[in-house]
């Protein structure tokens, strides 16, 4: 055996030291930043660290994490992430100055109270590998000493003292040569003094100015851009989504976009000069060297401060306009995934086309496809009573219990000629009709996914599956989409394309979990996103199901190969069973608290099946008389709410928006017209509603609420059925601009002749010369068939309907 040196202990007890250490910062940092206790974060991230997922640590491991809800866990991982990439990071610049041996114990300190990625970066900026400097040939010809004299002693006269080191052997041929070396090597130590980037870079953040100009020649291409021809808006009140339209527009060669501080200021030294040369305690007055010194102030940061300064805050607004225009679109896909239910009905799904015809198929209350057609009631067949005959009877013979009509292209003629079928058939008969969503059904229709699920259909006709089933149960059918391609971001083409797949994918795991899936029903693409179950375990979850039959019991699972321990615990009490052995089955109690909960049923002295559902007489219970060294309080609580409640839906109740008769045209709106629509998507400027015209309309931040709104989703989320006063048309650019405000508010408007506008989208953003929010392109068309769908802002389209509110607004202005 090899023998083990005391200096290898001490050096392995050290390090194992360091890293609990390191833990703890990372923990109480956490802590504070999701109020919580660093305790709770200890034992979360050990949790998550041995491979249990956020929902099932917020669902059954709550005794553990102290309560902390799903938010609170998925902002914990998130920052996890990333304070230990820090730390890697920090290991890595301590390690690279400790080998140049030019680390010292004020050095250690600064490094180790670095809180960002950007401070540690500027701490390790002057020893950074880098290419050879003007500053590094100037040290090497021996100019150094005369940098230092003339910085430590204005009172030299520059001219004089750089005569000594004339020497055209070292390349030195004059004394502006030997001072251009010096004011090298100054310019290249200012630029590196951490400090002071640091105070320049708090003083950009707050002062700075971001500045966009057209590229000559390069106004017609850009017409959406127009906005941004001549902009300016403080760095630190840049919302999002003008940010991402700014670099979109530089990144296509229409928009010129700089950072620019003090720009207006009038004094003899600009605030970023002077804060360089107090640094180092440079003045003007009158030495022979002051004014040498000055211009050397001026250089580091006109050449070198303000450069670096530009390329970093320009990079921090693009992540964090990035980081929000993630957050959007996770919390419109959230509201998206949980929309209410239709439930398990017979489902016509209807995909609307004109020269191609109505795609048909109908599919049965568990989502199977059980019959198809097509149907051609408008230009060029014109075949309508043929068309209504087909549906008819295809209603007749399946029992159609609802009708899904996709909302592209002709959608509102579909649902007319859907409206004029349902009055041949008895009113206690007659299925309910909706108009359905259909972003990424057509990139549904053409997957491998698809192909396996309906292999000799055709890819059209797999459209209007999808669309049924999407109305049946949202949550099941959206799965099997990616979820960029589902169209409720804004500029989600624009942002970080890893990070954003990180976010809605989380989104749709929360999801997924907070509803359950029925074991014995549920596609592969539903249970993947099951916690515990990866593609390979689901597909395998499916297999064995198709083996056996069905599953009688959660049990069961542990048969599944390669289901082991660990993924069971992770995922049984996400997985439902109906009509099985053990009545638990059917709830969200995990198996391993079924002792407890029959615990509980046997305090009742009556059967479980009696007592599920039996609200006054749990009620009745007191919860504490229940918990044990294993389960606490919060188990005991979700327990017996899942008895009054079992199996229960988080999902609101199903509705629909009663679409207006005669309203089916952008040119059939008018201003003051009362609708009805659906919110299809929530951005931090507003919301677009769908009002059946093949054209969303958008309601602006300040027209939300007869209150001051400051965020949207506060207001509404996508799904909503809201009420709307149409505010303008301008049927030429398809915008449309509504209100949701009362009546009263709204005919006050109407009669000072104005709207109000408090700096957001579609007004005068703050600090901004121009309207604020109108982003490039003009609203993409309705549908989601090949490309964005509506108003997906994958074109620019939410950002450029802002623009319907700007135009209002400047008309009434004048």
């Known amino acids: 055996m090899a023998s083990v040196s005391t200096s290898d202990l001490t050096s392995s007890t050290q390090k194992a030291a360091l890293s609990a250490e390191t833990a703890l910062r990372i923990a109480h940092r956490i802590a504070d930043e999701i109020g919580c206790k660093a305790g709770q974060v200890n034992t ?57 041996g030019k680390l010292t114990d004020g050095l250690t300190k600064s490094i180790q109270a670095a809180e960002t990625k950007s401070q540690l970066e500027d701490i390790y900026l002057p020893y950074k590998k880098k290419r050879r400097t003007k500053a590094q040939i100037a040290r090497e010809a021996g100019l150094e000493p005369l940098a230092d004299l003339l910085l430590a002693d204005p009172s030299k006269d520059p001219e004089t003292e750089a005569a000594a080191y004339v020497d055209d052997g070292k390349g030195i041929a004059d004394t502006k040569a030997a001072l251009d070396g010096a004011r090298q090597i100054l310019m290249e130590r200012f630029a590196e003094n951490a400090e002071l980037v640091g105070r320049l870079r708090r003083h950009v953040e707050e002062r700075g100015v971001v500045q966009s100009k057209l590229i000559d020649g390069m106004a017609e291409k850009g017409a959406k851009f127009a906005d941004y021809f001549d902009y300016s808006e403080q760095w630190s009140k840049i919302p999002s989504h003008r940010a991402l339209a700014l670099f979109r527009g530089r990144n296509e060669g229409i928009l010129s976009v700089d950072l620019t501080v003090d720009a207006d200021d009038v004094s003899p030294v600009m605030p970023a000069v002077k804060m360089v040369a107090d640094t180092y305690g440079l003045a003007d007055r009158g030495r022979p060297a002051d004014k040498w010194l000055m211009d050397v102030a001026r250089f580091a940061w006109k050449v070198k401060l303000a450069l670096h300064l530009e390329l970093d805050l320009m990079g921090v607004l693009r992540d964090k306009a990035e980081e929000e225009a993630i957050q959007v679109f996770a919390r419109n896909l959230k509201d998206l995934l949980l929309a209410a239910p239709a439930g398990a009905r017979a489902t016509l799904g209807l995909d609307p086309g004109i020269r191609t015809g109505v795609k048909v198929a109908v599919v049965d209350e568990t989502g199977k496809l059980v019959d198809t057609a097509t149907i051609y009631p408008f230009q060029p067949r014109n ?57 990424g059904a057509s990139v549904y229709s053409a997957s491998e996914l698809a192909a396996k699920e309906m292999p000799d259909v055709d890819v059209s006709l797999r459209g209007a599956a999808s669309i049924a089933r999407r109305l049946q149960d949202p949550l099941a059918e959206l799965v099997k989409i990616e979820p960029k391609s589902i169209g409720v971001g804004q500029y989600q083409h624009d942002v970080n394309q890893s990070k954003l797949a990180r976010a809605l994918d989380a989104v749709v795991e929360d999801a997924v979990n907070a509803v359950g899936v029925d074991l014995n029903t549920a596609s592969p693409a539903l249970l993947s996103r099951i916690s515990g179950l990866s593609d390979s375990l689901a597909k395998a979850v499916v297999e064995h199901r198709e083996a056996i039959g069905r599953f009688d019991s959660r049990s069961q699972l542990k048969e599944v190969p390669r289901l082991g321990a660990k993924a069971f615990e992770l995922c049984a009490g996400f997985l439902r069973i109906t009509g099985g052995k053990e009545p638990l089955d059917t709830s969200s109690v995990h198996p391993e608290a079924y002792p407890l909960a029959k615990r509980i049923v046997k305090a009742c002295g009556r059967d479980l099946r009696q007592i599920m559902g039996d609200a006054s007489l749990l009620k009745g219970l007191e919860p504490g008389e229940f918990t044990d060294e294993k389960f606490g309080l919060p188990t005991v609580k979700d327990i017996l709410a899942e008895l009054e409640k079992p199996g229960r839906d ?40 769908d009002v059946g015209v093949h054209q969303d309309g958008l309601v602006h931040v300040s027209q939300l609420a007869d209150r001051f709104v400051d965020d949207p989703h506060k207001v509404v989320k996508a799904g909503d059925i809201v009420k709307v006063t149409i505010l303008e048309v301008d049927v030429a650019r398809k915008r449309i601009s509504m ?12 009669e000072r ?56 607004m400047n008309k009434k202005r004048k």
Do not use: C
Not at 650 to 656: A, D, G, H, L, M
């Open 753 to 808: 002749g104005q709207q109000q506008d408090r700096g957001g989208p579609g007004g005068r953003g703050p600090g901004g010369k121009g309207p604020g929010g109108r982003g490039p392109g003009g609203n993409p068309p309705r549908g989601g068939k090949g490309g964005a769908p509506k108003s997906s802002g994958g074109d620019g389209g939410n950002n450029a309907m802002a623009a319907a509110l700007a135009a209002a």
């Open 383 to 439: 075949d309508v009573t043929g068309s209504r005959a087909t549906l008819l009877a295809l209603i007749a013979k399946h029992k159609v219990g609802l009708i899904a009509i996709g909302n592209g292209t002709a959608s509102r003629e579909t649902d007319k000629l859907a409206g004029d079928v349902l009055t041949d058939i008895p009113a206690g008969q007659r299925p309910v009709k909706v108009i359905v969503n259909e972003a």
């Open 650 to 689: 988080p999902r609101p109740e199903f509705k629909t928006a009663a679409l207006q008769d005669g309203v089916e045209e952008i040119k059939d709106l008018k201003p003051g017209m009362k609708l009805e629509g659906t919110v299809t998507n929530v951005t931090n400027f507003g919301a677009f509603v």
């Open 44 to 100: 979360t991230v050990q949790m998550l660290d041995e491979g249990s997922t956020v929902p099932f640590i917020a669902r059954y491991r709550k005794e553990a994490t102290g309560g902390l809800d799903d938010s609170q866990l998925r902002k914990l991982e998130e920052r996890l992430i990333y304070l230990r990439e820090l730390e890697d990071r920090r290991t890595a610049i301590t390690k690279s100055i400790e080998e140049q």
């Open 739 to 750: 209100t949701m405000k009362s009546q009263a508010d709204y005919q006050g408007q109407r």
